[in-house]
C-alpha cells in the first residue's frame, strides 16, 4: 500500500517556473519507479519524468533540460522543477509509483501555462 500526495501546481506564466511536490507513505521500499505523467484535454497520458530505485532517471523528449525530477528521502518527497514552462506544457500532471504488485497514482494536479 502506497499513498501519493501531490501539491504545486497552479498558474504561471510562459518561460516561468514551477515546482512540483509528491509525498509518499505506505511502502516506501517495494517502489521500483517513481514518476510523473500529464494528460491534456483531448490527449493521452504521457510520460514526463522517471526515477528508479538507484537514481536513475529518464525524460520525455519534450522536456528534456527544462525539467528536472528529484528524490528527498529524509522528507520521503519526489519533486519535479519545471522551469521555461511553455503553453505546450499545460495539463493535469499526476504522480506515480509502480511496485511489483500494482500501480499508485496521485490526484492530479492543474498546470497552466498562459499570459
Known amino acids: 500500500q502506497v499513498q501519493l500526495v501531490e501539491s504545486g501546481g497552479g498558474l504561471v506564466q510562459p518561460g516561468g517556473s514551477l515546482r512540483l511536490s509528491c509525498a509518499v507513505s505506505g511502502s516506501i521500499s517495494s517502489i521500483v519507479v517513481m514518476g510523473w505523467y500529464r494528460q491534456a484535454p483531448g490527449k493521452q497520458r504521457e510520460l514526463v519524468a522517471a526515477?528508479?530505485?538507484?537514481?536513475?532517471?529518464n525524460y520525455a523528449d519534450s522536456v528534456k533540460g527544462r525539467f528536472t525530477i528529484s528524490r528527498d528521502n529524509a522528507k520521503n518527497t519526489e519533486y519535479l522543477q519545471m522551469n521555461s514552462l511553455k503553453p505546450e506544457d499545460t495539463a493535469v500532471y499526476y504522480c506515480?509509483?509502480?511496485?511489483?504488485?500494482?500501480?499508485?497514482w496521485g490526484q492530479g494536479t492543474q498546470v497552466t501555462v498562459s499570459s
Open positions: 506515480h509509483a509502480r511496485t511489483p504488485g500494482r500501480d499508485y
Open positions: 526515477i528508479i530505485s538507484g537514481g536513475g532517471t
